[in-house]
């Protein structure tokens, strides 16, 4: 099937990139001839015919910006039949011949249910802070975010040390301690907990114990949200050791900000790699970076849960503190 149009919508947590990546589908398709529609606020766009068409000039100056220019949401109605139909009746309507979703896990996952339901050539473009697609190395986004919280555990350490203290600094990354263990390497940081790995409390206010004897005084313990809050395990550690506990959650400022140059040449990258696939008759795929090379896999391989290979990371943050 020859493509003619196709749509580009952005869906689930915006990632710093996602503008970069749309901007290479626009320009790509149109240097091939492909005429662009925009869909705003993901699959509820599609669902609501939200739709613009892009051009050129529509995607200048965005390549430097955080979030979406066609902002994005989590669309729990595109879940049920009626909800893809509506979908599948706004493409027809608009002569969609074929949809590129960027966006994480739960999009490919839409995408992917879409695919079976309607067979709509589709494409996938990974980009999530959390760098939890499964089949691929790098998703838009992670290396921004994992940059931010790393500016902020590098701020922390220097109050940290002045006052010889303990801080434990929760970050993003859902049921993927990818973000929390990249971090807590990167920033010399004294202990990592995330969902991965079963961690012992008792063991780590040893660790601290233990340490303040021989004059180390400050910790930071970064905590991924999947396995736990800063501010419970601030006040075991407390009343564990009695010593003081400070917290910070970096939440959203995660998710903001100018993408970093690895953010937005993948974006480039997988954008234009989309584009080829659905120009060569690919379908049901996610685009991705494997071994330092663009990839294309099937849906149905990253909508599967991702293992993060962590035992060399954490000996390694372990080793070096
Ligand atoms: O998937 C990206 C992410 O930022 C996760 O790290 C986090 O758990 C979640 O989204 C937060 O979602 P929301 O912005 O809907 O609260």
Redesign the pocket.
């Known amino acids: 099937m020859e493509i003619k149009k196709i749509g580009i919508l952005t869906s689930?947590?915006d990632?710093p990139g996602m503008n970069a990546a749309i901007r290479s589908v626009v320009r790509y398709s149109l240097y091939n001839k492909i005429e662009v529609m925009g869909i705003f606020r993901g699959w509820w766009g599609l669902i609501n015919e939200e739709l613009k068409v892009l051009d050129h000039r529509s995607v200048s100056g965005i390549i430097n910006q955080g979030g979406t220019i066609l902002k994005t949401a989590?669309c729990p109605e595109f879940h049920s039949d009626e909800g893809k139909k509506r979908a599948y009746e706004t493409l027809k309507k608009n002569s969609i011949d074929g949809i590129i979703a960027i966006g994480?896990n739960g999009s490919f996952e839409a995408l992917h249910e879409f695919y079976k339901k309607y067979q709509v050539p589709c494409i996938g473009i990974p980009a999530?802070?959390?760098n939890d697609v499964n089949g691929i190395d790098a998703t838009i986004g992670a290396d921004t975010a994992i940059n931010t919280a790393l500016a902020a555990i590098d701020n922390i350490r220097d109050t940290a040390t002045s006052m010889e203290r303990i801080f434990v600094v929760e970050v993003?990354?859902?049921e993927f301690g990818f973000i929390a263990l990249t971090v807590a390497l990167a920033g010399g940081c004294e202990e990592v907990i995330i969902p991965e790995r079963k961690f012992d409390l008792q063991a780590i206010c040893h660790d601290i114990v233990e340490g303040n004897l021989r004059g180390k005084m400050s910790w930071i313990i970064v905590v991924a949200?999947g396995a736990g809050h800063a501010e419970d395990i601030a006040k075991k550690i407390t009343e564990m050791t009695d010593l003081e506990t400070r917290t910070v959650v970096l939440g959203?400022v995660?998710?903001g900000g100018r993408p970093t140059a690895l953010s937005r040449d993948l974006a480039l990258n997988y954008g234009k790699a989309a584009v080829d696939c659905l120009l060569r008759g690919e379908t049901n795929k996610a685009v991705g970076l494997y071994c330092n090379k663009i990839v294309t896999i099937d849906l149905e391989v990253a909508t599967q849960k991702k293992e993060l290979k962590i035992e060399n990371l954490y000996h390694l943050v372990k080793i070096l503190t």
Do not use: T, V
Request: hydrophobic share 20%; glycine share 26%; aromatic share 0%.
């Open positions: 689930g947590g990632a989590r994480g999530s802070i959390d993003m990354g859902r949200e959203h995660q998710r």
